[in-house]
């Protein structure tokens, strides 16, 4: 695949766009979603996926508070 092709390069990156603007809604989704943390813990985050979108949303992936574990 060469991506200097005007066609195969504007699909590539038009793929590219689309999946890193799934990604970030899929993250704001899944803080506001979420009923375990608090009204500014939540604003902070949203406001890092929006100002960073693919960055600020891989960061709060890896970061976010993990639900606790109940063991029986």
């Known amino acids: 695949m060469d991506l ?5 390069a504007l699909i590539f990156w038009t793929v590219i766009t689309l999946l890193f603007f799934l990604f970030s809604v899929i ?7 979420n009923k375990n943390t608090e009204a ?8 890092i996926v929006l100002f960073i979108p693919f960055v600020g949303s891989l960061l709060y ?4 508070k993990k639900k606790p574990v ?3």
């Not at 992936?61 to 976010?64: A, D, L, N, T, V």
């Open 4 to 8: 200097l092709l005007p066609n195969t």
């Open 27 to 33: 993250a704001i989704i899944h803080i506001v979603s």
């Open 40 to 47: 500014p813990y939540k604003l902070m985050w949203v406001i």
């Open 61 to 64: 992936f890896i970061f976010r």
């Open 70 to 72: 109940v063991s029986i």
